[in-house]
């Protein structure tokens, strides 16, 4: 099955657009439980709430080989019903982006990945001609730091005056080089499994690239322990049907409680964060 479809199911049979990151933190987990193990509980405590899961690869590859066995382990025992984002923000040329996409898609399973577009297309196209695939390009972030080059002022070459074969000059069109990214991803996304990761802590910023792509999928990280409000992500970040975006909460969910309760608190949190999304979508 597609990964959009699959999302599409998903986020309408549990009625949510709830993506829960799986970022597990030995430090923050409950004490004497494996990282698999706590896995299973967050997932089989709320498999009926969410549209997707997200696990960031950066956590397990921390832990070393047999962090990377719970990873596998972990996705293998999400429900095949629901999609899984491998969130390993991958970006290289040649051979390396087609191992890459191999190792994401092929051996862990993924669904979906997140990938940065700063080596241009040719590292990103190993990803996107997994046409079932999902991709997510980093375009504005949701750190503070990126802000160093994503919104930077530039003149795309495409908008550059042409004084060459008598063409019309074109006006010099000055844009942040976010837009440019959502730009591009745009054109490439011609088998329609391109989605865009704009983080909630920059509502303004989403709204212009929902304004300008009004039916892109948007990944949106930063709600909670981030501090992006969620009303302002929804209102900004929403399609014309009130989907178009998946919303991401990793240690507000899951770490909800460090006690044996960890599991019932990760679905509790989970719930209020469905049903305030589904309050909101439904009422404008």
């Not at 986020?11 to 698999?36: E, F, H, Q, R």
């Not at 832990?63 to 972990?74: E, F, H, P």
């Not at 080596?119 to 999902?134: A, H, R, V």
């Not at 976010?178 to 054109?187: C, D, G, L, N, R």
Request: charged share 25%; with cysteine; glycine share 8%.
């Amino acid at each position: 099955m597609k990964f959009t479809d699959k999302l599409a199911y998903a986020a309408k049979k549990n009625k949510s657009l709830v993506c829960v990151g799986l970022d597990p933190d030995p430090v923050l987990m409950p004490p004497g439980i494996s990282v698999l193990e706590f896995n299973m509980q967050i997932i089989s405590a709320t498999y009926d709430l969410v549209c997707c899961y997200k696990p960031n690869f950066a956590f397990y590859e921390a832990l070393g080989l047999g962090g990377m066995d719970a990873l596998k382990k972990t996705i293998k025992f999400v429900p095949k019903d629901i999609p899984v984002i491998g969130d390993a923000k991958r970006g290289d040329i040649g051979n390396t982006a087609k191992a890459y996409a191999k190792a994401l898609f092929e051996y862990y399973g993924c669904d979906a990945a997140t990938v940065s577009p700063y080596l241009g297309f040719d590292s990103l196209e190993p990803f996107i001609n997994y046409k079932d695939k999902g991709v997510f390009i980093l375009c504005r972030t949701s750190n503070a730091g990126g802000a160093d080059f994503q919104g930077l002022k530039i003149i795309p070459m495409s908008n550059t005056t042409n004084t060459t074969n008598n063409s019309i000059n074109k006006p010099r069109v000055e844009e942040s080089l976010f837009e440019y990214v959502a730009e591009k991803s745009a054109e490439w996304n011609k088998y329609g499994n391109i989605g865009l990761v704009v983080g909630a802590t920059y509502p303004e910023e989403l709204k212009l690239i929902r304004q300008s792509h009004p039916e892109m999928l948007l990944l949106i990280p930063g709600i909670g322990a981030q501090g992006g409000d969620l009303e302002t992500v929804l209102h900004n970040g929403l399609n014309s049907n009130k989907e178009g975006a998946i919303i991401n909460s990793s240690r507000q969910i899951i770490y909800a409680s460090k006690g044996k309760d960890f599991a019932e608190a990760a679905r509790k949190v989970a719930g209020e964060l469905r049903d305030s999304i589904n309050k909101y979508r439904f009422r404008i």
